[in-house]
């Protein structure tokens, strides 16, 4: 018979699939319109839109790792409420405001709330599923993930034709329910969190700071892992940013039939699910756990064709052969987030994991900071395509990274005290 913690436990799984499902389909209904809100609407010119992300990364860079550390400290699962509510009023406000100011303050918001989801989520169903399983859960909440997002897609699409704020708001309005959901139905059982006696000093966030730091610097997969945040920052506020302005500016929708450009964005998202969709379940399937030279092989090539996919896109004068690149680089990035937390997972120790993944985002927030605004200048000064172009050299450097995770597998997997200079 199974205990009465061994069934709660259990119940983390579909919890963390409630999750993933009702954040995507949140993220969604905002994201379908809100490029085609900031660009027709609220007319934020190239450096405008790379700022809006900029400011957000550098909310990020300051909140990410106190909010990791209290994740760490005190309770993920009440750190995993809090952002998701914060993102929820975010959207609220960027979607019932059409200003660029009311458009800064709500990433201030969501780059708040983001922090405290950060690194929480992975470590709080790692914890309750145990590392054995969390790379299939991993997958699998990323499929849900996607099956969510193409539900939303229509939604999102239908309401924005009606009025494109519509879908905004209600993205907000549906992430401050799934907050008040998992307020009643989230389990937290794998994590022992600091004792009451202990809390009133900020030693022991600072320990724990200070413990996954020493684990990041003493270990070369995490030292690897860092690195690749990093040039994945510094490359990805460019493309995320500029790619609906580029196609709305440089190409001329087909004539075919006459449709609104957020229905062509709408049908752009449904393809781009059902592709994603599909190549992830291949990928989980054929991904065994304990593979992790298997892992850092996919990874690699993965990020080779992801940087020529970033060029073709930036490049070409041909709406369709946009379109396919465009596809090609959200179909490699789904498929990459969950193997990359697969792979690095079971290398961080579950008492500082949330705070090496906090740490992370961290640095990816410099590297987007960093970034982001030199190629939105790019952008404005030169053309989009030149900054989209800029981008993917910026994450050229990551297939260095991945190539020495795969020439070091033997020294670098988990159990295996990793000590050698990052740079040998």
Same mark, same amino acid.
């Given at each position: 018979?199974?205990?009465?913690?061994?069934?709660?436990?259990?119940? *983390?799984?579909?919890? =963390?699939?409630?999750?993933?499902?009702?954040?995507?389909?949140?993220?969604?209904?905002?994201?379908?319109?809100?490029?085609? =809100?900031?660009?027709?609407?609220?007319?934020?010119?190239?450096?405008?839109? /790379?700022?809006?992300?900029?400011?957000?990364?550098?909310?990020?860079?300051? %909140?990410?790792?106190?909010?990791?550390?209290?994740?760490?400290? =005190?309770?993920?699962?009440?750190?995993?409420?809090?952002?998701?509510?914060?993102?929820?009023? *975010?959207?609220?406000?960027?979607?019932?405001?059409? *200003?660029?100011?009311?458009?800064?303050? *709500?990433?201030?918001?969501?780059?708040?709330?983001?922090?405290?989801?950060?690194?929480?989520?992975?470590?709080?169903?790692?914890?309750?599923?145990?590392?054995?399983?969390?790379?299939?859960?991993?997958?699998?909440?990323?499929?849900?993930?996607?099956?969510?997002?193409?539900?939303?897609?229509?939604?999102?699409?239908?309401?924005?034709?009606?009025?494109?704020?519509?879908?905004?708001?209600?993205?907000?309005?549906?992430?401050?329910?799934?907050?008040?959901?998992?307020?009643?139905?989230?389990?937290?059982?794998?994590?022992?969190?600091?004792?009451?006696?202990?809390?009133? $000093?900020?030693?022991?966030?600072?320990?724990?700071?200070?413990?996954?730091?020493?684990?990041?610097?003493?270990?070369?997969?995490?030292?690897?892992?860092?690195?690749?945040?990093?040039?994945?920052?510094?490359?990805?506020?460019?493309?995320?940013?500029?790619?609906?302005?580029?196609?709305?500016?440089?190409?001329?929708?087909?004539? /075919?039939?006459?449709?609104?450009?957020?229905?062509? %964005?709408?049908?752009?998202?449904?393809?781009?699910?059902?592709?994603?969709?599909? /190549?992830?379940?291949?990928?989980?399937?054929?991904?065994?756990?304990?593979?992790?030279?298997?892992?850092?092989?996919?990874?690699? /090539?993965?990020?080779?064709?992801?940087?020529?996919?970033?060029?073709?896109?930036?490049?070409?004068? $041909?709406?369709?052969?946009?379109?396919?690149? =465009?596809?090609?680089?959200?179909?490699?990035?789904?498929?990459?987030?969950?193997?990359?937390?697969?792979?690095?997972?079971?290398?961080?120790?579950?008492?500082?994991?949330?705070?090496?993944?906090?740490?992370?985002?961290?640095?990816?927030?410099?590297?987007?900071?960093?970034?982001?605004?030199?190629?939105?200048?790019?952008?404005?000064?030169?053309?989009?395509?030149?900054?989209?172009?800029?981008?993917?050299?910026?994450?050229?450097?990551?297939?260095?990274? %991945?190539?020495?995770?795969?020439?070091?597998?033997?020294?670098?997997?988990?159990?295996?005290?990793?000590?050698?200079?990052?740079?040998?």
């Amino acid at each position: 018979m199974l205990t009465s913690a061994s069934q709660t436990k259990k119940s *983390a799984y579909p919890v =963390y699939l409630l999750l993933t499902g009702l954040t995507a389909l949140s993220f969604t209904l905002v994201f379908t319109v809100n490029m085609i =809100y900031q660009v027709t609407v609220v007319e934020l010119n190239p450096l405008q839109l /790379v700022l809006v992300g900029t400011l957000l990364e550098g909310t990020v860079f300051v %909140f990410e790792v106190p909010t990791g550390i209290v994740a760490d400290v =005190y309770s993920r699962r009440l750190s995993i409420i809090i952002g998701v509510c914060l993102t929820g009023i *975010a959207f609220v406000v960027e979607g019932s405001i059409p *200003a660029f100011a009311a458009v800064l303050i *709500a990433q201030v918001l969501w780059g708040i709330g983001y922090t405290f989801t950060s690194g929480a989520t992975e470590a709080w169903i790692a914890d309750e599923v145990g590392d054995e399983r969390a790379g299939d859960v991993f997958m699998r909440g990323s499929q849900i993930g996607m099956i969510a997002g193409l539900v939303g897609i229509p939604i999102s699409t239908g309401l924005g034709y009606v009025h494109i704020q519509l879908p905004i708001i209600l993205g907000g309005v549906s992430f401050l329910l799934l907050g008040i959901v998992l307020r009643w139905i989230m389990p937290e059982t794998g994590f022992m969190p600091t004792p009451p006696d202990e809390r009133e $000093s900020w030693r022991t966030m600072v320990q724990t700071f200070r413990a996954g730091l020493r684990l990041i610097r003493g270990r070369t997969i995490l030292l690897i892992f860092v690195g690749i945040t990093l040039f994945y920052g510094l490359s990805s506020e460019g493309f995320d940013r500029l790619w609906t302005a580029h196609i709305l500016e440089d190409f001329t929708f087909p004539d /075919v039939i006459d449709l609104k450009p957020v229905v062509w %964005f709408g049908l752009i998202g449904v393809v781009k699910s059902v592709l994603a969709l599909g /190549v992830t379940e291949i990928v989980r399937r054929r991904l065994q756990a304990g593979q992790f030279s298997g892992m850092a092989r996919l990874l690699l /090539v993965a990020n080779a064709l992801l940087i020529l996919a970033i060029w073709m896109f930036g490049l070409t004068g $041909s709406f369709w052969i946009a379109l396919i690149a =465009y596809l090609t680089v959200r179909v490699l990035q789904g498929v990459s987030g969950p193997v990359f937390t697969a792979w690095i997972n079971p290398h961080i120790d579950s008492k500082v994991r949330a705070t090496v993944y906090s740490m992370a985002g961290q640095v990816d927030a410099i590297g987007q900071v960093a970034g982001g605004p030199g190629v939105g200048y790019i952008g404005s000064a030169w053309s989009i395509r030149a900054a989209l172009v800029a981008g993917g050299i910026l994450l050229s450097p990551v297939l260095w990274l %991945f190539g020495y995770a795969v020439r070091h597998e033997a020294t670098i997997t988990p159990g295996v005290p990793a000590v050698e200079p990052a740079g040998d």
